[in-house]
Every structure is written in C-alpha cells, then in structure tokens.
C-alpha cells in the first residue's frame, strides 16, 4: 500500500524513527503482552467474534462473554445455524445489540458464500455486514498477517501523540494523517503481532488521563510527552449533551403468566424482548394510571387494570438518560386480537431466563 500524500505541515516520522519505534514496541510486547483468550489462536473466527465484542466495551467485560460464546459457537457453521433468540440471549449485557445480529448475520454469508471459511479478500470482508475498516485491518493482520493498518481508540490517542497532533482527531484531515500514520509504521512481517502491540500500548501505558510515560518504551521518540502536552493531546472530545427522558415499563400478569412483546425492526434493542415499555408524559397518579392503561392498550392490545409501582431504574441509553418507573398490572381482556409488529408472548416466570431482554429487561424481570 503507498502512503496518502500529506501536506509538509504534517509529514509522517522518517525511516529511522520508525524503524526504532518498530524495534521498541516489539521489544517491549514480548514482556507486557496481556494473556487474552483470544489471542491464544490465530483462527479468524475467534479474532472476528473478540472484535467484535470489543467494540466501545472493555476487555476486562468482554473476557467472560467471550469464553461463553465460543463454547456455545466453537465454529462459523455453528453460529450461522444457531438461532437469532440464542445468540441474543448469550450477548445480553454486553450491550449494542446490533454487533450480535450482523455477526450472526455475516456468519451466514461466510457459511453460504465461502464454505464457512472467513475470507481473506479486503473486499469480501468489507461487504460482511458489522465489519468497518478497522476490524477489517485487524482480522485480517491478526489472522492472516496481512500488511493492514488498524486504527481504533487507542491507536488514535498513540498516533496523535506520537505526532504531536493538536487537530481533531476525528476531522477529515485527521482521520486522514492518523490512518496515513497507521500505514507508514507497519512492519514487513508478523504485522498482526505489531497492530496488538500498537493497542496494548495504547490501552495499557499510553492511556488518556495521567498516562506514565516514565515506563513507557518509546517515550523519547514522543513530541507530546517532550513538550509536556499530554493533557491537551488528543484534543479533549466535546462533552455528550444528554437527554433527560421519563419511560415506564409495565409488568402485566394473566394468572402465572406475563406479557412480553419482541423488540421490532429499527427500534431500541430489536430483536430482544421487553415489557411493554413506552414513554409517558404525566406524574399526577390519576393521569398516569390513565396513560398506563391507554399505551399499554395501544402497544399490545390487552386491556390492564394499573397495579403497583414496582420499581424506579435510572439508566442510559446514548443520549438519553432515562427514569423508568416500574408497574405492575392485571390482565382484563384483549381488545385487539392482532399480534404486535414484534410478536407477544404469555410466559411463565421461570421461561424468562430463555428470552433475550436488555439489561434493565432483565432487572424488571427478577421484579415479576
């Protein structure tokens, strides 16, 4: 690959710098490298489920799901037969459920189109539903040792740093200098070791806040840490403007049983089950009793009788930080047959635990 031409301004380090750079991190890797289950094979498909989980989610989280997956999905032919509710239900809690449906997904194309062999094409692996330019350059350096850039989180913060970079980071010209970056640095071979080195670095030493620098192998090939900007560098992203936003969740019994509906297509948590769950607008008990009866109605088709307050859960959703107050209510009849977009379903208490539901889901469901 030819590097992308930059302005003089932002010239990439020469030759020298990066052959030592290269020597330092290598060095240093073969000491530090964490013990991830991961990364004890080579096998594609165990590097494409990993990065997958690790998208905006911790590794000290992922660990454990990993493991859990795997066993249950050891092969891409096991996924791809395995049915959407298992493999949502053994993603709940590790969050962005949409990462658990386009891997489920993409392993079918694999399945269908490349005899369940992951593809070692850059194009065949670009049209994988879920799969960005990262994870492509990952997978495909990790498994396969290819000569591919990767740039995620912690690479960014390296590379801005390694540069004295004061831009943005995420502007068109920084993604540009920072991918261009990525490029230039990597090795003729074993690159897959180098990237994961590239990450551990970043993860690991190069962190955002307070990052020690005094143990950190390539310190003296750093501008940010010789002028003392490691605070300013990257440039601080903007803070999240959140939404406050007040919802409930109604717990509807009929006998033994309560009432879940399937998350619809397009929707928050698709493909999950939730309780009837909906915005609501009012505070005064009467209002509120009144609107628990008109959305449920509308939601479901099932006419309730407002219980209990159960429960008040605070919690995020991207921009939202919502209140969800908790209810509990009785079934009285249906007063419309047809079946919501997502489906409904009557279960039994101890059926839950076979459900995928979202993580307050499954808080609400410890309520009934």
């Known amino acids: 690959m030819s590097e992308v031409p930059l302005p003089e301004s932002e010239q990439l380090p020469d030759a020298p710098w990066r052959r030592g750079f290269r020597r330092r991190l290598k060095t240093w890797y073969a000491d530090h490298a964490r013990d991830l289950p991961w990364r004890r094979s080579r096998d594609p498909y165990a ?24 066993r249950a999905f050891p092969t891409i032919d096991a996924l791809a037969r395995a049915d959407e509710q298992d493999v949502l239900r053994l993603w709940e809690g590790l969050g962005y459920y949409r990462r658990a449906r386009q891997l489920h997904a993409a392993a079918k194309i694999v399945a269908d189109e ?28 990790i498994a396969f040792d290819q000569r591919q850039p990767i740039l995620e989180a912690n690479t960014v913060r390296l590379f801005c740093r390694l540069l004295g970079y004061e831009g943005d980071p995420a502007s068109t010209a920084g993604q540009r200098l920072l991918w261009a970056m990525a490029e230039a640095v990597l090795p003729r071979r074993e690159v897959g070791l ?3 080195a590239l990450m551990e ?19 003296t090939l750093c ?25 409930a969740a109604v717990v509807v019994r009929r006998g033994n049983r309560v009432l879940l509906l399937r998350c619809p297509e397009g929707g928050r948590w698709a493909g999950l089950w939730d309780f009837p769950r909906f915005a609501v607008e009012t ?19 099932v ?33 419309d047959g047809r079946a919501p977009a997502g489906g409904r379903k009557w279960l039994l208490a ?19």
């Open 47 to 70: 590097v494409w489920v990993s990065e997958i989980m690790l998208q905006q989610t911790q590794v000290a989280t992922v660990r454990g799901y990993f493991d859990r997956f795997i």
């Open 114 to 141: 490349h005899g369940g062999r992951f593809p070692r094409n850059r194009d065949a692996v670009d049209r994988l539903p879920g799969i960005g330019r990262y994870t492509a350059g990952a997978i495909l350096s």
């Open 194 to 196: 180098f990237n994961q």
């Open 201 to 219: 670095l970043g993860s690991e030493v190069c962190v955002g806040r307070a990052p020690p620098c005094d143990g950190c192998p390539i310190a």
């Open 223 to 247: 501008p940010t840490r010789q002028q003392g900007k490691q605070t300013v560098i990257p440039r601080p992203k903007p803070k999240k403007q959140f939404e406050a936003v007040r919802e």
């Open 283 to 301: 505070e005064q008990p009467e209002a509120r009793r009144r609107e628990l009866i008109d959305k449920v109605r509308q939601a479901t088709g």
């Open 303 to 335: 006419l309730i009788e407002p219980g209990e307050h159960l429960k008040t859960i605070k919690h995020g959703v991207t921009r939202f930080r919502i209140t969800l107050d908790c209810y509990e209510a009785a079934y009285c009849k249906m007063v």
């Open 350 to 368: 101890d059926e839950l635990e076979e459900y995928p539901l979202s993580s307050t889901g499954r808080r609400i469901c410890r309520l009934a």
